[in-house]
């Protein structure tokens, strides 16, 4: 089972097979065939229904916006494929924000919010991204 995860680049995870039958028919061959078996298709099920979580190294950002803007340019950024990684609440509405082009993202940012708004950069971290 390990060997599958691995072999599938998964770290930092556990997979649980539950055996119905205590028999040894299968014999020890078979026993780790059909774990393997079940640990990859539960991880081709879950990759093609979007389950899978991965970690990569992104820019970090923030975007202070008026309350009155942060809705809408929010839901424009997300559909233009920005990881928004929450919102804050206080005086402003902050963005956080990662991204992997700086310039890319300053022109998605400029373009939404009219040239009105600058990203401050805030250093690198590792997100999760859906794969």
Do not use: K, N
């Amino acid at each position: 089972m390990l060997e599958a995860l691995s072999g599938r680049g998964f770290v930092d995870c556990v997979a649980v097979v539950t055996r119905y039958f205590g028999g040894v028919l299968l014999g020890p061959g078979g026993l780790v065939r059909a774990y393997s078996e079940a640990v990859l298709t539960t991880i081709d099920e879950a990759q093609s229904g979007g389950l899978v979580v991965g970690r990569e190294r992104r820019e970090l950002f923030r975007l202070a916006l008026s309350h009155a803007d942060a809705g809408r340019i929010e839901a424009e950024l997300r559909q233009r494929g920005v990881l928004i990684l929450g919102t804050d609440y206080g005086r402003d509405a902050v963005l956080h924000i990662a991204g992997d082009d700086a310039a890319r993202l300053a022109a998605i940012v400029a373009g939404a919010t009219a040239g009105s708004a600058e990203l401050e950069a805030l250093g690198h971290e590792w997100v999760d991204v859906e794969r």
